[in-house]
């Protein structure tokens, strides 16, 4: 067995990657991600995996270095992507050994969905959500509450209206949206080229909706297709947006949209448990998946685990501050912020 460290410039060794995580891993392990955040933040890519004898792909771990002078020197799997770490944990050894042999750095966070690594301390407040989809119409309309199917019927009729192109106008809509929804959580927001690189690397694979009623702009989402699941990326309704249900009906449009595209799953996304968010998702009766983050201090050339608190849960106060700042003041440093913060 041997690690080695993909080039994302050789388009067959990343077709390899690309083919193996089709089969075995997530959208979050895509090479794509390369493009999105070392683009938009200059984070250094150190995707690696392991290869036998036969040069078959045997596991896959993505991560960035995130490195400022006396601030952070952390590798991390990934940030700013919900989950990620090692598809095949059993090759956690054969990692740990290349990383202290070939790269600098001070700490390791691992953002590993489902699967646990040997039995390391970890922290999982969070839980990611996917519906396996039902057949027809029919059985999906059943997952939704009474008043929420009420809702889709004014998609029909013209009152809530789904402008689905993907252009510039309809990329600046969302933003004007997510912009509001984030200052409502007090969660600085992405650079916009995060954005328009995130739309750039995943282009025929993304769809973005944009929902009005009554010529206003309720409601937004971005949805990612990768092997046979639409994963969520974000479901935005500003809370003074609510009563017109755009989420419900955003989530029913791409539920529905799924299945018309022969697609096996819908994945919800991530949420802290015991939020509103999860419990929304948790009646769908979609299956619950640990979001389960490790966390390692370099000591002494040996890596020690340790459990830290997740960023909401140490920088609280930060959120505190997000809310009372005016749009504007957030637009001009948010984007410098956020880079840290994931």
């Given at each position: ?203 025929e694979k993304i769809k973005l909706a944009i929902c009005s009623f009554e010529n206003m702009d309720v409601g937004a989402g971005v949805v990612l297709v990768y092997g046979d699941v639409m994963y969520e990326l974000y479901l935005i309704v500003p809370a003074k947006f609510r009563k017109t249900r755009a989420g419900s009906t955003l989530e029913y449009y791409f539920t529905s ?86």
């Amino acid at each position: 067995m041997i690690v080695k460290w993909l080039n994302p410039k050789d388009s067959a060794e990343v077709q390899r990657w690309e083919d193996f995580v089709l089969k075995n891993g997530y959208m979050w392990h895509s090479s794509r991600w390369i493009d999105v955040i070392k683009n938009s933040y200059g984070f250094e890519d150190i995707y690696l995996y392991v290869e036998d004898g036969s040069g078959n792909i045997l596991s896959v771990l993505p991560l960035f270095h995130v490195k400022a002078h006396f601030f952070k020197d952390e590798l991390v799997s990934l940030p700013h992507v919900e989950a990620a770490g090692i598809v095949n944990v059993d090759y956690f050894d054969y990692y740990e050994r290349f990383l202290l042999e070939n790269v600098k750095f001070k700490q390791l966070r691992i953002y590993q969905f489902n699967e646990k690594i040997k039995d390391y301390p970890y922290n999982n407040i969070h839980s990611v959500f996917i519906l396996d989809l039902p057949d027809t119409e029919e059985e999906l309309k059943g997952v939704f509450k009474k008043k929420e199917k009420a809702s889709f019927k004014r998609i029909f009729n013209q009152e809530l209206e789904i402008d689905t192109k993907l252009n510039e106008k309809n990329i600046q809509r969302f933003l004007r949206l997510m912009k509001l929804k984030m200052r409502e959580f007090g969660t600085p927001w992405h650079r916009e080229n995060f954005f328009y690189n995130l739309f750039e690397a995943f282009k025929e694979k993304i769809k973005l909706a944009i929902c009005s009623f009554e010529n206003m702009d309720v409601g937004a989402g971005v949805v990612l297709v990768y092997g046979d699941v639409m994963y969520e990326l974000y479901l935005i309704v500003p809370a003074k947006f609510r009563k017109t249900r755009a989420g419900s009906t955003l989530e029913y449009y791409f539920t529905s949209m799924a299945m018309d595209l022969g697609l096996e799953r819908y994945s919800f996304g991530r949420s802290p448990k015991g939020s509103g968010a999860y419990e929304h998702k948790k009646r769908f009766n979609a299956g619950e998946y640990p979001l389960n983050i490790y966390s390692f201090d370099l000591d002494m050339g040996v890596l020690k685990p340790r459990v830290k608190p997740f960023v909401r849960e140490k920088y609280g106060w930060v959120s505190k501050i997000v809310k009372i700042v005016p749009v504007p003041i957030l637009n001009l440093v948010s984007g410098s912020v956020r880079k840290w913060v994931y």
